[in-house]
């Protein structure tokens, strides 16, 4: 078990390096981050200053090292925009993200997994072309629509829950609603495709012919088998709740991470855009190595040791 | 059993073939059916764009936010669905727009197939060192958000036409890599490509004579579902500001700007959001049902 964890730990590591390594690759594709900095009108002393202060004069390999010993020791230098160190600024702001994210999942699966489980079992009936027809829409409507619908519906034409702002829980209805509107495509589609290939399983006829009741059979029998799948989309959908975070928080002025890397990114704050980036990669990969394990809790058959 | 072998046994089933049979497969569902229409008529439509009556960077502030109407001034086109803050109307920009979109899309979509698919072949029949750095270069590009890399990217090298090619391509490549790898580590192992190998057929022979054709329909479908991603992608950056600068109407732009009018230009926020939604909808219906007419044994 040890050597597993620390085997995928050591694959995270990895992962991570490399992240950092196209995240530098990235910035000095564009040749001279310091034009991007400064103003068009600043001299070309402020440029020359400015370039040494960085140390965008050294060699790439230099730049490089200097960089991803930075990032070994979590530092990244200060915003350009509030002079804040970059990485306490990031920090602060995860809670608000992870409040969104995690409650978005949870509705998302209450909703997608009973949905599709439905869907599975009535196969080929009205509930179920209505599952499959969400899933389908659902791919097919881009966040920040959807976002924007519901600030007019339930905002504007009918103004019972307050369009934008953070504070209070009627603030977090509106954002959690439309990340988990976005989500509940794919979680319904992987549970029904998922709940159709156990559902001939002779398992299932057994556990019927012992006497359970069908509620019995379909939940612990039939939901728990097919559940790998699930898990393995819970935590793809990891990406697209934080990729989606940027754009709902944008919208509904929710101050999280998305915000603080949309605001960074408009207004090419280097240092933010880098701790940003950095910190929802080590986190992605994180829950991901977690998930490989709550495999082996779902089905004692994937185990690694 | 291969694809194509397959697809032989369904042809003979059915005596039709080619462009009739495919014509009569879509004539038979008719969601799809309609999704074709659907995105022909998309497609003249933004073809045309320019020729609607109305020209859509015509400013005229006396129509400042007008709602969507059938009536009209003498000689002159109504405005269907309504005028933008500055009078533009609704209608011609959002037609810009969409050929916009699909401009952006098929041709990020072709930057990063050719990417992927050239990669993900090369990485799944040599195998090897060049396997090992592709693929933990993917992994390595799935652990960050697409908006996220796509947003980091641009703050670099700055939002213009080229550049967001550029973008959507970088992050668009991973899915075609990773499909066709898997698909070419199975073809490589079927007995066709076995006697090919045995009877001293050169790896490039083998490579686009043996294997390629096995591969080619993954790719058709993964073209067509990876199509209204990158449209939505590429609508999500305008969205943010981060997309093709305005003047340029887009219609992540103009739905952005719709956010200032929400309590008196509904039809801002409603239009471009089904425009988009549409031609996304069509291009998936096609690649679901292009998946299961290809080759039903495929899931992606």
Known sequence: ?305 | MGSRQQRNANRSSDSRRGFRRYAHMVWRQKRVAAAHVLLLVILLAAALADLYPIDASRLDLSLHLEPPTLSHKEGEFPRLLGTDPLGRDLLARLLQATRLSLYVGVLAVAVACGVGTLLGLLAGFIGGLLDHVVMRIADALLALPFVVLAIAIVAAIGPSFMNIIFVLGLTGWVTFARLVRAEVLRVREMDHVEAARAIGCSQWRLLFVHVWPQVVGLVLVTITLTLGQMIIAEATLSFLGLGIPPPTPTLGGILSNAQTYFFSAWWLVVFPGIFLVVIVLCANLIGDFLRDYLDPRLKL
């Open chain 1, 1 to 305: 078990m040890l050597s597993y964890i620390l085997s995928r730990v050591f694959q995270g590591l990895l992962t991570v390096l490399i992240v950092v390594t196209i995240v530098f690759v990235v910035l000095n594709l564009s040749g001279d981050p310091i034009r991007l900095m400064l103003p068009p009108t600043a001299s070309a002393e402020d440029v020359a200053a400015m370039r040494e202060a960085f140390g965008f004069d050294r060699p790439l390999v230099e730049q490089y090292v200097k960089f991803l010993r930075q990032v070994l020791r979590l530092d990244f230098g200060r915003s350009i925009q509030t002079r804040m160190p970059a990485t306490e600024q990031v920090l602060m702001r995860f809670p608000a993200t992870m409040l969104l994210a995690f409650s978005s999942l949870l509705l998302a699966a209450l909703i997608g997994v009973p949905l599709g489980v439905l869907a599975a079992v009535n196969r080929g009936k009205v509930l179920d072309g209505l599952a499959v027809s969400i899933s389908l829409i659902g791919q097919s409507i881009p966040v920040f629509w959807i976002a924007l619908i519901l600030i007019l519906l339930l905002g504007v034409f009918w103004p019972i829950l307050p369009p934008s702002g953070y504070g209070t829980a009627r603030h977090l209805i509106l954002p959690v609603l439309t990340i988990a509107l976005f989500l509940i495509a794919g979680i319904t589609r992987v549970t029904r495709t998922s709940m159709i290939e156990v559902l001939p399983q002779m398992y299932l006829t057994a556990a019927r012919a012992k006497g359970l009741s069908e509620k019995a059979v379909i939940v612990k029998h039939a939901l728990r088998n097919a559940s790998i799948p699930i898990i393995t989309q819970l935590g793809l959908q990891l990406r697209f709740v934080l990729g989606g975070s940027v754009v709902v928080e944008s919208i509904f002025g929710w101050p999280g991470l998305g915000q603080l890397l949309a605001h960074a990114a408009y207004e090419r704050d280097y240092p933010l855009v880098t701790a940003t980036t950095f910190f929802v990669a080590c986190l992605i990969i994180g829950i991901n190595i977690l998930l490989d394990m709550a495999y082996t809790i779902a089905d004692p058959k994937v185990r690694f040791w």
